[in-house]
């Protein structure tokens, strides 16, 4: 329990690695990359830079997560919303310190942060519900037969995140996916992976068998890449910008056709008045 942290503005970085199988390990290369205090423009810490390697370790504790017969596979759906809302509870343990810890590595202010992290407990805590309540249906056919559908976990899911709102869209993408019984593979935007990790630490805790959920973080071109690519990842979701998105529906294509859900673009545009300051450096504006 590391509330405590959160009695300083500046919490303590606990968690750099990369989580896969349940364990905190190095990258395969030994790489590391840094990851900055925006507002200050100050490094925090050294974070595990992850890449083809580190997927393909992922997708093996992924696989083993998957097959047949594991605990993954054969536990009740009731039982997978009992740990959604268990994770649902740590998070609102430390709700203090990862808020503070979003702010550190966000660059949000305070109230902001906050209201994600209350949307992020409520959408763990939404699918928590759900997960019990998806069902197939029996069908009315003519003659002797017994027809019905039934629902089944896509497998295997690579998730590619954006730094914007990185607890809420991890949450997002992580809660819906675990409902339904799949194993993940997660890659946090890096400009804000520090958040990511520290709910990876919470799905341990929780109880989630190992090689369920995996965190690598890394850069788009490597970790990203090998996600959007692997033969053996069944599903990418991903949110950030058009460009990428149109990538990874390439990358998609060229190997195993996987499914592919994309949340592309921006909504923030700039309204500049005739009144502005030519003078002022507006780096982040393009015309």
Known sequence: ???????????????????VNNVWQDSVSGKTFPTVNPTTEEKIADVAEGDKADVDLAVVAAKKAFALNSPWRTMNASQRGILLNKLADLIERDREYLTKLEVLNGGKIYRE????????????????????????????IDGDYFTYTRHEPVGIVGQIIAWNYPLAIQAVKLAPALCCGNCVILKPAEQTPLTALYVASLIAEAGFPPGVVNIVPGYGPTAGAAISEHMEIDKVAFTGSTEVGKLIQQAAGRSNLKNVSLELGGKSPNIVFSDVDRNVKMKPLKT
């Open 113 to 140: 942060a906050e209201s994600d992290l209350i949307d992020t407990i409520k959408c763990y805590r939404y699918y928590g519900g759900f997960a019990d309540k998806l069902h197939g249906k029996t069908i009315p």
């Open 1 to 19: 329990n590391y509330s405590k942290m959160a009695m300083t503005f500046s919490p303590v970085i606990v968690f750099t690695k990369i989580f």
